[in-house]
């Protein structure tokens, strides 16, 4: 079944662009060399050699620019005030110690070999660009220290571009000049490797790079969507099965003590990117805002505890943030807990401007660095729609390590997507928790690609541990959020699993959404499920009955490989339960839609389906239960004793003092409890749907509807019996019913209900229906009685009925078959049975004319004596039915029919009996 999708977050890549508009010198195109690498005897090179004898005291004065067709060495130091560029078509080799632009920047590009300069520090008042092996060729790249924004800046970035056909080694990179965290500006770093090279391993906080500092006070800006500082770092191309290794996370640094931390992007294409144990962070610093953390690999693996940021204060500024992992697995095995975490408000602006944490299969984003060093800019797309990219996601943390996804705040997003997604491990947690009522906070996880089901793939859940996908509301007013999970086959294996979208703890708020679809659900016999969209259960609140177009739980499971009783609703273990209910100091409860093409199975426990106000609330409204299925299956517990009482499964009442009853709508609902006597649906107690004691009157008391038969439940006005009537399928009966039973005088309205609490019985009250037909009665108990045109009584449910055409002394008789049994079955005793034939041989004895009224006196041509001649009018007058009717004689105040009134009023020995009863009504007995 294809279900729309609802969302409110436009998914969106933040554009991760750092442009950088910096005072720089001249391009190269507008001044010509001034200096070569050395003396090689060339007559047509009259150029000077670069300058030998520089220092930091005696720079030299302006530009120092060389065009090399082959090789270049410079043997020493070199310091000027503009711009150093060098170019050569061969190796760039630099033995002093110290390269340094002292107003400018440094660019030193081969075309097709390396540049060695491992002992040589690079310096720049504003950018570094060191590129060997610009074009083509095997040309590594070797330096010591590179420093770019040694003049502080107060505006402006300064950049560093680093690029290598072959390995690329250096000591450590800074944008922050000498002056660390405490430099006003820095820059963005990107370092690009083995350009031509398909498998080999870089190295960050080792071999390759010791340190990546960009710390300034304002780098990172404070722009709701934009970063103005970075790294960068792409290992290879787009197919290169080459590695990104960070060993020590401390070597990488973006945060800014006064501005947004920076960007972290490492790809490792189709390679492994792995982390060492500790924080890679891009979080903010006191009240600044977090960055960005883009994660690109076919493995993404950690070696220990670790933690991935970008997470902010809830007081600081709102703004665009994104963690992205990219691969076709996350391994988390060797530690004891991975955790990723982007807590703090979203942007303001719009839901493009959300906090974002995304997760999705190697190759779904397409990213591309463009600009020169003076202004990069790095963009990331997707690859296509975002959850319709195939691909394998894998989240495995073995048996023991746990997982931790965090984005806690105010317009914030986690969304997941695969073909398939699996999670391993111990304990996975999902959550976005949100502030405010009006913060929007949703985790979105699936593949939305319908067409292309194969009805194997989908979400599989194999862990240990516990699952918790949670959107809870935590601040005052803070509303639950949305869950949307949507794929083809879905296995739940958790010890629980559990999606919350409810509201805060001790604090006001509203419920959130669940939306969850699967071509087909499994779950495992040892898996406990909850779906909980429950308000505030420690304030005022509301359940969602629709929130843009969304109900509190929408359910759905098609059933394509599971036995015909598809999904156990229950408490157990593999079995599910939902709820959304209304807080638990007021408000009303949400809806909850349940949909299968195959079966549901409801376990006889309490409310495994709960849409209810709380019951000690002041007020609060009843939600609305809808399940739509082949069937819906209530069904009794195997280990339950036999004889156990009916729970109420499904619950939707309104609050006890003030509340409308809520609504229960079932498809197609089939019995196969109680475990002793006939099966069928003791509707009272399976559904509670009551209103609130000091409802308005005439109050509207809930409504269920059974297989196709609708019944509303009205509040009378009357106590303590009958307090209720159903009117069912627009009937005219139940008005009738109501006034038979309101005439009874007060004894026996106790009998009728509150009486019936001390029998132990489980019914205790007698309920009181008009209907259409018996059809209309079978239906809705899911019985098969035949027979009936006028009333029907079914006593394991404590529910009588008339139908359409009968009056109040239908009713009455209804009424009396209940007082039989509730009396322990008066009519098989022996002062009965003596009245009984008594009252036969006495209307034998009469002549014909005297016993039948006028209209009926065409019988006497007939054989048999009067009371075979009185049961062939149609009436049958077994003991029971004798008891019923003669019950209703008794209660002059209807008269079920006049001809049949001047037959009964020859019975006397059984109309003194029963007159007897109701004035003084026999014990309640069950």
Known sequence: ?????????????????????????????????????????????????????????????????????????????????????????????ITGQTFRSMDSQIEIRTITNGIDAQNTDFLAATHIDLEAGAIVGSGELKARDIISNTDDMESGNGNILLRSQLNLIVRDIKTNGFNGENSLRSGAVQIDPNLSVESSTFEIGGANIREIDLRSVNGGGNQDFTVESGIRITNGTTNSVGNITVSDLNAIKVKNTSSRAGIIHLNANKGTITLAPGVLDASGTNDSGGGQIYLLADLIKVNGDTTITTKQTNSADGNARQILLAASKIDYRASGKLEILSDGNGGPSGPTRAATIYFLPQGGIITQSMGSVEALHWTQEFNGAFFSYPGQLEFDGGTSADLEVRADGDNVQIAITGYPIRFIGKDVTVQAKGDHNQGKHEIVMGYFDFANYSGINGIDFQTIGKVDFNVRGQGSNGAGGDIQIQSDRIVLKGDPITFKANGPQGKNGDGGTIFYTATDTIIDPNTKVKFIADASKDGIGNAQLLRNNRKAIYFQAA??????????????????????????????????QLDSSGNFRVRNKPSVIDASAALLASAGDGGEVIINAKKTVFVQNAEDPVGSFTETAINAEGASITGKGGTVVISKAEAKQPNSGPKFLNVNVLIRIDS?????????????????????????????????????????????????????????????????????????????????????????????????????????????????????????????HQLDNIWGWYSTTLLFDDAYNADIAAFNALPCQSAFPPAWQSVCAGQGDNFTKFTSLGFDFNKQEAFAYMFEHANPQFIFLPELDFVLAKMTHMKFFQEFNIQNPPAAVQ
């Open 1 to 93: 079944m294809k279900v729309s999708i609802r969302r409110w977050l436009s998914l969106a890549i933040i554009p991760a662009a750092v442009f950088l508009a910096t005072a720089s010198s001249p391009a190269f195109a507008q001044d010509p060399p001034n200096y070569k690498c050395q003396d090689n005897n060339d007559p047509n090179n009259l150029l000077d050699v670069i300058p030998t004898q520089t220092t930091e005291q005696n720079p030299e004065q302006g530009f120092i620019i060389v065009d090399e067709a082959g090789d270049c060495t410079i043997p020493h130091d070199l310091f000027a005030t503009g711009k150093i560029q060098i170019r050569a078509g061969g190796k760039v080799t």
């Open 559 to 592: 059933n394509t490989q599971n036995s015909p009783e598809t999904i156990p609703i229950g408490i157990a273990k593999g079995q599910v339960n939902f709820s959304a209910t209304g807080g638990g100091s007021g408000g009303n409860a949400g809806s909850i």
């Open 692 to 816: 609130g004691l000091q409802e308005p009157l005439p109050s509207y008391h809930g409504r269920i509807q059974l297989n196709g038969v609708n019944c509303i439940k009205a509040r009378t006005g009357v106590s303590p019996w009958p307090e209720s009537v159903w009117g069912c399928d627009g009937a005219v009966g139940a008005a009738r019913i109501f006034a038979a039973g309101n005439s009874l005088n007060a004894d026996l309205k106790n009998r009728l209900s509150t009486d019936l609490v001390a029998t132990g019985s489980q019914n205790t009250k007698v309920e009181l229906y008009g209907m259409i037909d018996q059809e209309s009665f079978n239906k809705f108990f899911d019985i098969n009685e035949t027979g009936e045109n006028l009333g029907f009584t079914w006593i394991p449910a404590r529910a009588s009925a008339i139908f359409d055409g009968a009056n109040e002394g239908a009713g009455l008789h209804e009424i009396g």
